[in-house]
T-cell receptor, first 116, second 113 residues
Framework: DTAVSQTPKYLVTQMGNDKSIKCEQNLGHDTMYWYKQDSKKFLKIMFSYNNKELIINETVPNRFSPKSPDKAHLNLHINSLELGDSAVYFC???????????????FGPGTRLTVT | DQQVKQNSPSLSVQEGRISILNCDYTNSMFDYFLWYKKYPAEGPTFLISISSIKDKNEDGRFTVFLNKSAKHLSLHIVPSQPGDSAVYFCAASETGGGNKLTFGTGTQLKVEL
């Protein structure tokens, strides 16, 4: 009964390739996020979607394109992969409602992307 | 420009003692603060949070203290247990920020027997 799941868990690919990471949450949340954790372990937000609408887009290269087909899914597509894209990518979700501020985010297990 | 800082990359504590993890922030617009715990090869797990209208929030063995004037918060774990060994991230958010969390770089806590 995984709340937030990501596939694949590991992804090894060559520079210049295009790859996608998928995320699904079964918590009924209306907001989903992508974070990147770099080699220095710094966890930084990339994108946020609320009910399939983009609400946060940090200064991320436009080679990164999120897609939300419905509010339970948020996929991340990366074009022309570069060495610096190697990192762990985390998906998360949250819900604003009674008894919650909406700031408490639930994270997936992460996808370790290695670009060679 | 790192707005949330955890200056201690690691902390070692004996089982049964208190663990105190510290976090400083620079953005005065932050009004909600959270602590996450992370085990290797897993995603961060929400632990405890505090709103800026409070100075303390307690949940079982975990207590978070907020000092707004010093822009400082701390997480106390009492008593510490071996299962608490993990990386702890401090995070902050501001109203109107779209629920965006700004994270610190984490503190590796090791609880020794």
């Amino acid at each position: 009964d995984t709340a937030v799941s990501q596939t694949p868990k590991y992804l090894v690919t060559q520079m210049g390739n295009d790859k996608s990471i998928k995320c699904e949450q079964n918590l009924g949340h209306d907001t989903m996020y992508w974070y990147k954790q770099d080699s220095k372990k710094f966890l930084k937000i990339m994108f946020s979607y609320n009910n399939k609408e983009l609400i946060i887009n940090e200064t991320v290269p436009n080679r990164f394109s999120p897609k939300s087909p419905d509010k339970a899914h948020l996929n991340l597509h990366i074009n022309s992969l570069e060495l610096g894209d190697s990192a762990v990518y985390f998906c998360a979700s949250s819900q604003v409602g009674p008894g919650t501020s909406g700031y408490e985010q639930y994270f997936g297990p992460g996808t370790r992307l290695t670009v060679t | 420009d790192q707005q949330v800082k955890q200056n201690s990359p690691s902390l070692s504590v004996q089982e049964g003692r208190i663990s105190i993890l510290n976090c400083d922030y620079t953005n005065s617009m932050f009004d909600y603060f959270l602590w996450y715990k992370k085990y290797p090869a897993e995603g961060p797990t929400f632990l405890i949070s505090i709103s800026s209208i409070k100075d303390k929030n307690e949940d079982g063995r975990f207590t978070v203290f907020l000092n707004k004037s010093a822009k400082h918060l701390s997480l106390h774990i009492v008593p510490s247990q071996p299962g608490d060994s993990a990386v702890y991230f401090c995070a902050a958010s501001e109203t109107g920020g779209g629920n965006k969390l700004t994270f610190g770089t984490g503190t590796q806590l090791k609880v020794e027997l």
